[in-house]
Every structure is written in C-alpha cells, then in structure tokens.
C-alpha cells in the first residue's frame, strides 16, 4: 500500500466526520476548512481560490466524496513530497472524526490510546470504501496486542467472537474496533497500564515502524566517553535519544545495503560489545548481556538484508502477503460462483431440454401405439412360424447335448487314465527312493562290519603276542619264575578283559549282522517293489526297461556269518593274521 492510499484512508474519515447528515456530501465551506487544514499539515502551498474554481460550474448545493476526490488528488495529493510530519496528519484527521463517532465514558482507554488503535486500523483495513477491517486482520492485532501485554492468546474466547462476529457481519468499522479493545473484552485479567503499554507497542511497531528499541551504552566519536542512550530501529535508521520518552533526538545511524554490524571483544571495561558500520561512520555500542547483543545483531542484520533486496519492513510484507491471499481466495470464490451459475444456467438449459424431451416422447409414444396395434397385427402370423423354427433348434439342441455328453465322458475317462500314470510315475519314484536308501543302509553295514573285523584282527595279533611272551617267560630261570608268575597272573586278568572286550564285539558284530540282514530284506522289498511298478508302467507305456541291482561276486563267509569286504581285503588280512584264515569258505 502506497503514501497515497494510506493519506486517503485517513482523509477519508475526516470527510465522512464533516458529513453530518450522512447524507454522502459536504458543504464546500467545510471542504475549504478540511482543504486548507490538509496542506498546512501536509506542508503543501494551499490555493484558496482553487476549490472555488473547481466547483464553479456545481451550483447544486453539498459536494459528494466522489466530487472531492478529483480535486483532492490534483490540488493537494499529487504535490505531496513526504517530508511532513504523519503523525501530526493523523491526530489533525482523528481530532475532526473523533468528537463525532467516539464516546470514552465506558471505555477502559484514553483518547490517545483511542487514536493510536485507529491509526493501526487504517494500517490493516482493506483498500476499499467505506473502510472495514476484516476477521483476519482483527485476529491478527489482537495477538500482537495480547503478546505486548505479556498474556497468553485464548483461542476459545476469539472463536465464539467470531462467531458472534459472523451472526452480524464479518467486519468491523474502526469505532467498533476500538470500542472491542476499550471494553476489556480481550484483556481480561490486565491492568489498564498493561492495556496502555500493550497499544503503545503495536503501534510503535505496526505504524511508526519501529522494530526495536532500548537502552544501550554509546561510544562518542569525540570525547571517547560511553553515555546511556535510548536506541530505536527502524527498516532504514536508528535513532537514539536522551530517554525513554524520546523528547531529545542525540542523531540518527542510516542504514544502507552496505551497512554492516559485527561483534566485538571485550575492551576498555565493557562488555557486549558489537560495531555498526554505516557508509559515514561507524559506531561501537555496548549491549546490557549477551542476549541483547545478539538481538540487536540480528534485527540490524535484518534490517540491512531487507535494504539489499529493496524489501518493506516485515510486518508490511506480511500484512501485504495476507491481502493477496485473501484476494486470490476471493477471486477463487468470485470463480466458483461464476462456475456455479454457468451449472445454474446450463442446468436450466438442460431442464428446458428436458421437457422438449418429455414432449417428443409422448408425441413418440403416441406414435408407438399406432405401431404396437400393427406390430400385434404381424405377431400372430410370426408367433406360427417361431413355433416351427424353435421345434426344429430344440431338436437340434438336444443332438448336440448328446454329443457334448460323449464328448465329456471320453474326455473323463482319458483324464482319469492320465492321473493314474501320474500316481504310477509318483509311486515308481518312491519306490526307487525306497531302494536308494536301501543301499545306502547296506553299505553303512558293509563299514561297520569292516571295522569290527579290523578291531577282531587287531585283538587276536595282540592276543597271540602275549601268548608268545608268556611261552618265553616259561624258559626262563626258575628264579624269575615267580616273579614271571605274578606278571602271567597280570596278563592273564588282561588276557580276560580282552577276552571280554571281544566277545563284546563279537556281539556287536552279530547286531550288525542282523542290521545288515535287516537292511537286505529291505533292499530286495524295495527291488521286487520297483521291479513290480516298472512292470506295470512298461504295460502302459512300452518305452521303459525294467531295473535290476548289479550282479554281486562271491561272498564270503567266516565263522560269524557273511562276511562285509571283498577276497582281496581277506586276502590281506590273512597275511597279517595267518590264523584267521582256518573258518573261512567260499559261497557261490
């Protein structure tokens, strides 16, 4: 929003404050008052006679705001220049418009708390006449205010207002406005300093432009001396004062895109020291802690980014970003109702279609009566010869069942052929399986069996060793012989346990024994098994051979039965052990 916009609202209020029948127009006597009141404070050379000669040929009595404007444009807005005071502006435009709209008996608020909460008005109000603000932007002061207060928001208590709010209407003029933040509605709780102090901070903040503001030590350029100031931000300049109250202006730091602020180290007894370099000088200042230091650094910081990118002060933006949402949100609306008449329009189109519709088809119905009475005519003489027709394809039909039902039965029986080949392939699989295992079995016999004959052999050479011993103990000297008694006695008992341990294994062989007869019987079961369901795939195939176990040499037997190792292993064995040879034959 422009200077022009923002002089115009405030104007606008004056014009309407002079218009005391409401009737929309102005004496031109008042006009040249609120004329000549606007260039004084405004700084502008004021031409009395130029308002006479703009409404020289208006002879009709009051002159309307739309009438004021072209003048108040040519003759006092366009040479505005900006260098008057928009302070004084306003409180010249609330002192005409005030006496009449505003009544502070049942207010908690002064006047000029009054006239600050309309200046924040005109700030937020929408750019239309007359002037409104909307819910939004209420919702918006009042959380700022509430902030400033140092209370906490209550979003409950806002809602039902805003529910009051649209029962009514959706807005608020800038007398209710200050009406609603006078009456305490929103401050609940609050002192009225606190409610003073609150308005006074948003509207330092929202309409001076101030973004920061406190007490800091300043280095002076002359005397090198650090003196208490009262520092004030604004988007482009820093001011600082005597005091608080801003009564005595000490000079001013402008900011610039080339401006700089940094921190600084400790010196000369003072602390929180950071520097702000400006394109004319530069200044040392002295924050009361860490955390004041930092936030001047970075709101100076900010200030200066703004200045580089040629953007407003945040709250400006921000409150320049919820205009255009709203307005692209009422232009989505305005586009919705515009769809929503174009569906009313060609609905009703559709209707008008639609009862042309219902017409031509009672014209077609009509018509299809006449033809239903010629089509009944024609029936009877179809219906004889449909009769014929559908005997003959229900014959047809019939021959055809009885094909498919053949049909059906061959295919069933040859499906039930096919799954019992499956089920005989599946079964000659487990049959080979079983027979897989079989030898499997057979074989770890044939290993248990080896090792317990090794384990004999082994037993029997060391048996026959000392028997050798004993026999050569025997020869010996009678007077060893006692001695030799004793070790014979000893070798005895080893003699028995050994005995023992090979009638342990003698048993052990004979388990095995039966384990491998065991496993045999299972081994010709499996082969007469896999023998038997190649016989019968071979009947229903013809293409496969029967399978047999390989031919097997001879075997051999010992005295404990078949034995598990071929004749060469026997062989062998015989010459390590020649004894053992005396019990075994050949079996064919």
Same mark, same amino acid.
């Given at each position: 929003m422009g200077l022009r916009d923002e002089l115009l609202k405030s104007i606008w209020h004056a014009f309407t404050a002079l218009d005391v029948d409401k009737s929309g127009k102005v004496s031109k006597s008042q006009l040249k008052v609120l004329s000549h009141n606007l260039c004084t404070v405004m700084k502008i050379p004021h031409d009395p006679v130029a308002l006479e000669e703009h409404f020289k040929d208006d002879d009709e009595g009051p002159v309307s705001n739309q009438g004021y404007m072209p003048y108040l444009n040519k003759f006092i807005l366009d040479k505005v220049t900006g260098n008057f005071d928009r302070q004084d502006f306003n409180k010249m435009c609330w002192t005409l418009c005030s006496r009449k709209n505003l009544d502070l008996c049942q207010l908690f608020i002064s006047n000029e708390e009054a006239f600050k909460i309309w200046c924040i008005f005109n700030f937020l109000s929408e750019d239309r006449y007359p002037l409104i603000i909307v819910t939004e932007e209420i919702e918006y002061f009042l959380r700022k205010l509430t902030e400033a207060m140092g209370g906490s928001w209550v979003e409950e208590r806002f809602e039902d207002y805003k529910l009051q709010l649209h029962s009514k209407q959706q807005r608020l003029s800038a007398w209710e406005l200050i009406s609603l933040v006078g009456s305490g509605h929103f401050s609940k709780g609050m002192d009225r300093q606190a409610l003073s102090m609150g308005i006074s901070e948003v509207y330092q903040e929202l309409i001076l432009d101030v973004l920061k503001q406190g007490y800091m030590m300043k280095k002076g350029h002359k005397r090198k001396n650090w003196t208490e100031r009262w520092f004030v931000l604004k988007p482009n300049s820093i001011s600082y004062y005597v005091g608080e109250d801003q009564a005595e202006k000490k000079g001013d730091i402008l900011l610039d895109g080339n401006c700089?602020? !940094?921190p600084l180290q400790d010196k000369e007894g003072?602390?929180?020291l950071f520097l702000i370099k400006s394109s004319h000088k530069s200044f040392e200042i002295s924050a009361s802690d860490k955390k004041k230091k930092q936030e001047w650094i970075h709101a100076i910081h900010?200030?200066?980014? #703004? =200045?580089?990118?040629?953007? /407003?002060?945040p709250h400006r933006e921000a409150r320049q970003k919820r205009r255009e949402m709203r307005l692209k949100q009422q232009a989505e609306q305005e586009e919705l109702e515009l769809r929503m008449r174009e569906l009313q329009t060609s609905n009703e189109v559709k209707q008008l279609e639609l009862e042309n519709m219902r017409k031509a088809l009672d014209e077609a119905a009509a018509n299809a009566a006449e033809e239903e009475r010629r089509r009944l005519q024609t029936q009877t003489e179809l219906q004889d010869r449909y009769r014929v027709e559908l005997d003959r394809e229900k014959m047809v039909r019939q021959q055809m069942e009885e094909q498919v039902a053949q049909k059906s039965t061959e295919l069933e029986q040859y499906l039930q052929r096919v799954r019992e080949l499956e089920d005989m @392939?599946?079964? #000659?699989?487990?049959? =080979? !399986?079983?027979?897989?295992?079989?030898?499997?079995?057979e074989e770890a016999v044939r290993r248990l069996q080896a090792r317990l004959l090794e384990e004999e052999?082994?037993?029997r050479a060391e048996l026959e060793q000392v028997h050798l011993r004993q026999q050569r103990a025997i020869s010996e000297t009678e007077a060893e012989k006692q001695e030799l008694e004793k070790e014979r006695l000893a070798k005895e008992s080893a003699l028995q346990a050994a005995m023992k341990q090979l009638e342990q294994l003698e048993e052990e062989r004979k388990e095995a #024994? !039966?384990? @491998?007869?065991m496993v045999s019987k299972k081994l010709e079961d499996a082969a007469n098994n896999t023998k038997t369901w190649k016989h019968k795939v071979a009947e229903h195939e013809? #293409? =496969?051979? =029967?399978?047999? /176990?390989?031919s097997k040499g001879q075997q051999l037997i010992t005295n404990w039965g078949p034995a598990a190792f071929s004749e060469a292993e026997l062989n062998l064995r015989m010459k390590k052990c020649p004894n053992l040879g005396t019990g075994e034959q050949h079996l064919s």
């Open positions: 700089s602020v !940094e003072k602390k929180c900010n200030c200066v980014s #703004l =200045l580089r990118q040629d953007r /407003p002060a @392939y599946r079964q #000659l699989e487990d049959a =080979l !399986e079983d027979e897989r295992r079989a030898r499997q079995d052999a082994m037993k #024994l !039966e384990q @491998y007869q013809g #293409l =496969l051979r =029967l399978i047999q /176990p390989g």
